[in-house]
């Protein structure tokens, strides 16, 4: 396995996953942190977000040892690994620290262009499924704080194995990751059940404000920088809106657009059965999967919506 040569031959070790990250990137990129520390413990191995760990994350063991740009003085690596990441650009000013180093790049999302110089790109329910697979082909035994990292990734992209994503392989992963000592309630409870007062007032805003257009069965709501910080809420506390839009019986397909910064706009999409949403997040330079995707974009609101309602 070439990956593992690398790694043996590499003496200092990034691991990048994407900004905003979710329970997939930090599961993927946290459980082979963990990992290669335990196997490799004269390396000098970092896991690198541009953004901080969500709230609703931050319950599983070794996140306080995932850096933020800022902490990286001397960067000097020779490997970097992607995890989780569509496209190079997704792990933002982190991909300013890795100079020449050799990339690798692990991913599950089908509009992956394979930018790495090694690609294990595969079309499957999470990075963490894969990342599961590719822990025990290193040998690294897995233990039961790298099982939890995995087990939230598998639980963030099935929608707690609710999503056509779910394979039997899904299944046995999980299962195997159980007779670890993994507990299923309190991983979905922290994940999914613990919000904080700012999320749900964002969740609040979404369902009184979203607007359905029926000839497109799409359900859509702007929130804006101003509105947001109105809420005193931070951007991990609008995880989940997309989902929840999608959720209103007549809808096929929901957007949400929330502005990041005065013109910068992140929109996600959702798609309940057969609507292709990687290939109208490709229309702004976007990507993901066939029933989730997204995009960054300096477009105005009216004219996403308006390209979307076009494209549908």
């Known amino acids: 396995m070439r990956i593992k040569e690398k790694i043996e031959q590499s003496s200092s070790i990034i691991i990048a996953g994407h900004v905003n990250p979710d329970g997939d990137t930090v599961g993927a990129g946290l459980s082979l942190l963990l990992g290669l520390e335990n196997k490799y413990p ?8 541009q953004d901080s760990v969500p709230k609703n994350i931050s319950f599983l063991k070794g996140t306080e040892k995932i850096k933020k740009v800022e902490d990286i003085i001397n960067p000097n690596y020779d490997l970097a690994i992607f ?3 569509a496209t190079i650009e997704r792990v933002g000013k982190v991909e300013g620290l890795m100079g020449n180093a050799f990339k690798i790049n692990i991913d599950h999302h089908i509009s992956n262009p394979k930018y790495g110089d090694i690609n294990i790109v595969k079309d499957i329910s999470s990075t963490s499924e894969m990342m599961y697979s590719i822990l025990k082909e290193l040998e690294i035994e897995i233990t039961l704080e790298m099982g939890e990292a995995i087990y939230l990734g ?5 929608g707690n194995f609710a999503h056509s994503n779910v394979t039997d392989k899904t299944f046995l992963v999980a ?39 029926e000839e497109k069965k799409l359900m859509y709501f702007n929130l804006s920088y101003e509105g947001l910080k109105s809420l005193n809420a931070m951007k991990d506390d609008t995880e989940g809106v997309v989902e929840e839009l999608v959720n209103y019986s007549d809808s096929e397909v929901s957007l949400f657009l929330r502005e990041d910064e005065i013109g910068k706009i992140k929109g996600s999409m959702r798609s309940k059965h057969n609507v292709d949403v990687n290939r109208i997040a490709g229309l702004f330079g976007g990507g993901g999967h066939i029933k989730a ?7 105005s609101p009216e004219e996403i919506i308006k390209r979307v309602v076009e494209n549908l």
Do not use: H, P, W, Y
Request: glycine residues 4%; proline residues 0%; aromatic residues 10%.
């Open 42 to 49: 004269e390396k000098k191995i970092d896991f690198v977000l």
């Open 83 to 85: 995890v989780d990441s």
């Open 154 to 158: 598998l639980v963030n992209d099935t």
């Open 175 to 213: 299962s195997e990751l159980m007779k670890l000592g993994v507990n299923n309630n309190k991983i979905v409870n922290d994940f999914f059940k613990t919000k904080s007062f700012q999320r749900m007032k964002v969740l609040g805003k979404a369902l009184s404000e979203m607007v359905f257009v």
């Open 293 to 299: 995707a997204g995009f960054t974009t300096e477009l």
